[in-house]
C-alpha cells in the first residue's frame, strides 16, 4: 500500500521533524464508501493536530469502499488501511493496531463530528483522563441529525442499562468521537466486529477503572448514506451489556424466582391462607418449578462470572479463589436431605401396597431438594473445571515471546549457541 504522509511537516519547530515510530497523536477513521466526506474530515483532522501543536498521523480504515474514498482519504494526506472483515468494530480494531500515537481519537467518516474539536479531547488526556467521550446530548445538535427514535428511546434508554449496569456516569455513551490513551489499548482486550463497539469500549474501560471525562460536543448532519440498523443494532448493544453483566443478566433475577419459588412452597407447606384459601399439591408443583428453575439460572450466572474473570482477565474478587468445597457440601447435604424425603414418600407407599399416593407435598418437596442437589453438588464440580483454565493461569507459566509464536503457527526456536 503506498505510502501517506505524515504532520512533521505541519508541526512547531521546536519538535523534531524526523519521522518517529511513536507520535504524539492517531486520528483513526473507520471508513465505508465516504467518498463525499472522508477527505474534509481528514483535512479537519489534520488541522485540528496542528492547531494544537502535536505531531501525528490520521489513519483512515478502509472497509470495503467501492466508490473511491480509500484513493480520496490518501490524497488528503491519510494514511489508508485496508480491513476486509466488515463492521465498525472491526475497522476499528484494525486502526487501532496500526495507530503509532501514544494518544488516540476516534470519529466518523461522515462529517457528522468536527474534528477541530480534537485540541480539547487532547487536553483532557494531558490532564490525566484515559478515555474522553464526546456527548451529543449534553452539546449542540443539528434539527434532524439524530433520528427520533435514537434520540429520544434507543440512546437514552441504552445508556441508563449502560449506566446502571457499570456506573459510568456517561449521558452518551454511544457517541462516536472519543479519544483515549494508546497504553491501555491491550488491556481492553476487544471482541466485538460489530456497532456494538461502542459500548464494549466503555464497559471495558469501566471495569478496569480507567478514569473517563465527558466533554459536549457539536452534532451535525451526516453526509451521505447511514449504515446504520436501529433494531438489529440495538439488539446487539443490549446482548453484549447483558454478556457482560453476569450479575443483572442471570443472578438477580434467578434470585427472584428462586425467592419466590421458596416463599410460595413455604407457604403453601404451613397450610397459610393466600388470597383466602389453602393451596394444595399442584400450586407447590408451580413454587418447585419456580424454585429450581431459579436455583439453576443463578448458578448459570456464576459460572458466567468465573467465565469472566479466568477467560477475559476481568477482576471478581469474589470469586478469585472459588470455595468449591462449600458448593459440593451443600449439595450433599440437599441430596441426603432429598433422599431421606422420598425415601420415607416410597416407604409409605409401600406400607399402603402400592395404592393411592396420599403424600403428594411431601413427594414434591422430596424430589424439589434432591434436584436442588444435584444441581448443587455437580455445580460445584463443574466450577472446579473452570476455575483450573483461563488467561490467568496461563500466564503463569507460558513464555510470552512463544506462546505468540505459537498462536501463529509457528514452532519456538531454540536460541543459536555463541560461538
Known amino acids: 500500500m503506498e505510502a501517506s504522509p505524515t504532520l512533521e511537516a505541519a508541526a512547531p519547530q521546536s519538535r523534531p521533524q524526523a519521522v518517529r515510530d511513536v507520535l504524539d497523536v492517531s486520528v483513526v477513521i473507520p471508513c465505508l464508501n465516504e467518498v463525499e466526506s472522508v477527505a474534509e474530515c481528514v483535512r479537519q483532522a489534520r488541522a485540528g493536530m496542528k492547531k494544537a501543536g502535536y505531531e501525528g498521523e490520521v489513519v483512515v480504515v478502509d472497509n470495503g469502499s467501492t466508490d473511491g474514498s480509500a484513493a480520496a482519504a490518501r490524497e488528503a494526506g491519510a494514511r489508508v488501511v485496508d480491513e476486509s472483515r466488515r463492521g465498525y468494530g472491526s475497522a476499528y480494531r484494525a486502526g487501532f493496531a496500526a495507530a503509532r500515537g501514544r494518544f488516540v481519537v476516534m470519529g466518523d467518516a461522515d462529517l457528522t463530528y468536527d474534528f477541530s474539536d480534537l485540541p480539547r479531547f487532547l487536553e483532557q488526556l494531558e490532564e490525566g483522563a484515559d478515555l474522553v467521550v464526546g456527548s451529543r446530548l ?217 395404592g393411592p399416593l396420599h403424600d403428594e407435598k411431601l413427594a414434591i418437596t422430596g424430589m424439589t431438594v434432591f434436584t436442588l442437589g444435584i444441581q448443587t453438588f455437580f455445580g460445584a464440580l463443574f466450577m472446579s473445571v473452570l476455575a483450573l483454565g483461563g488467561r490467568s493461569a496461563g500466564r503463569a507459566w507460558v513464555p510470552r515471546r512463544e506462546s505468540r509464536k505459537t498462536a501463529l503457527g509457528q514452532l519456538p526456536v531454540a536460541p543459536e549457541e555463541s560461538h
Open 138 to 354: 449534553k452539546g449542540r445538535m443539528d434539527p434532524g441529525a439524530m433520528p427520533w427514535l435514537h434520540r429520544v428511546i434507543g440512546n437514552p434508554v441504552l445508556t441508563a442499562i449502560l449506566n446502571l449496569f457499570f456506573r459510568t456516569g456517561l449521558s452518551d455513551t454511544h457517541c462516536g468521537m472519543r479519544a483515549f490513551r494508546r497504553e491501555h489499548l491491550d488491556r481492553m482486550a476487544f471482541r466485538t466486529t460489530g456497532m456494538e463497539f461502542a459500548s464494549e469500549q466503555i464497559i471495558r474501560a469501566a471495569k478496569l477503572g480507567l478514569e473517563m471525562k465527558e466533554l459536549p460536543i457539536h452534532y451535525r448532519h451526516r453526509a451521505g448514506r447511514s449504515k446504520l440498523s436501529s433494531f438489529e443494532d440495538g439488539w446487539r448493544h443490549l446482548r453484549l451489556l447483558l454478556a457482560h453483566s453476569p450479575r443483572f443478566a442471570f443472578i438477580v433475577p434467578g434470585a427472584v424466582l428462586l425467592a419466590l419459588g421458596v416463599l410460595s412452597g413455604l407457604l403453601i407447606l404451613s397450610g397459610f391462607e393466600v388470597l383466602g384459601r389453602q393451596w394444595q399439591a399442584h400450586s407447590l408443583a408451580g413454587a418447585a418449578m419456580l424454585t429450581i428453575a431459579g436455583s439453576q439460572v443463578v448458578q448459570i450466572g456464576l459460572f458466567a462470572r468465573l467465565f469472566t474473570a479466568r477467560y477475559m482477565g476481568e477482576q471478581d474478587p469474589a470469586l478469585a479463589e472459588p470455595r468449591v468445597e462449600r458448593g459440593l457440601i451443600a449439595g450433599s447435604v440437599l441430596l441426603a436431605v432429598g433422599v431421606v424425603l422420598c425415601g420415607v414418600v416410597v416407604g409409605r407407599w409401600l406400607g399402603t401396597g402400592l
